[in-house]
């Protein structure tokens, strides 16, 4: 499985690159929105892509983030939603307002992209709205742009240091998810103070709640009565 692609770009066309890495070109599938964001011919770029393997056929996909890597994945469980239909939705919303649309049942936005009707963006919104709450908790690890300098080949990070005993890692852990569902709340647009008091209030109904589980039910105390 080819996951991420360094090299440097040869040529663009207007759905796909075509990317010389040691001498071997890729043609990347990308979305419009990603194109805009490419360096000019010559330069280096870097991608993180996705293998879609059918009987007749083997494409690319790239994509800036892991984030949009993982988008684009979830956008195709949803029947009727092809690779391109995918690629038509990020480009118009990007990741975040992706993110954004299907958490707050925007099946407008979702239909703003091209080819999307109504019938498929409400399909997308109801199969994928339970879903998208563990997707934008785990946004801020996933949204590092893949970097054209960054070595292909990385050496292993070192373990970390075990924690002494005394530490209590329940509350470590909670308050890693009151914070992870706080900056998706801030990242929906709600202000900073009011995602703040819904995750207090909601962290302390569910003391064992992930940051999946304290998204949603703190979007349904910031919904308007």
């Known amino acids: ?17 075509l990317i010389d890495v040691r001498g071997v070109g890729y043609i990347v599938h990308v979305s419009e929105r990603t194109l805009a964001g490419m360096p000019s011919v010559g330069e280096a770029v ?5 293998l879609l393997v059918r009987e ?5 996909f790239g994509f800036p983030s892991m984030l949009e890597k993982e988008w684009h994945k979830l956008l195709m469980t949803v029947q009727g939603v092809g690779a391109k239909a995918a690629m038509a939705i990020l480009g118009t919303l990007g990741a975040e307002g992706v993110g954004r649309a299907i958490t707050l049942g925007d099946a407008r936005a979702v239909q703003s992209a091209p080819g999307v009707g109504p019938k498929l963006a409400q399909r997308v919104i109801l ?8 997707v934008m908790a785990h946004g801020a690890g996933l949204s590092a742009q893949a970097g054209a300098e960054d070595v ?4 292993a990070a070192p373990a970390p240091p075990r924690r002494p005993a005394k ?10 998810a009151s914070a992870d569902a706080l900056s ?25 709640g992930d940051a999946a589980a304290l998204i949603r039910a703190a979007l349904k105390l910031l919904a308007p009565k």
């Open 46 to 50: 870097s991608l993180y892509t996705d």
């Open 127 to 134: 199969e994928l709205k339970a879903k998208a709450p563990g």
């Open 152 to 155: 292909v080949i990385e050496e």
């Open 184 to 208: 998706a709340l801030v990242n929906l647009g709600y202000g900073q103070g009011d995602a703040a008091q819904a995750v207090a209030v909601v962290a302390g109904d569910q003391p064992d």
């Open 167 to 176: 530490l209590d890692e329940g509350a470590a852990r909670r308050a890693v």
């Open 56 to 60: 007749d056929l083997l494409q690319l």
């Open 1 to 17: 499985m080819i996951g991420r692609i360094s090299g440097r770009l040869d040529w663009r066309g207007p759905d796909h690159v």
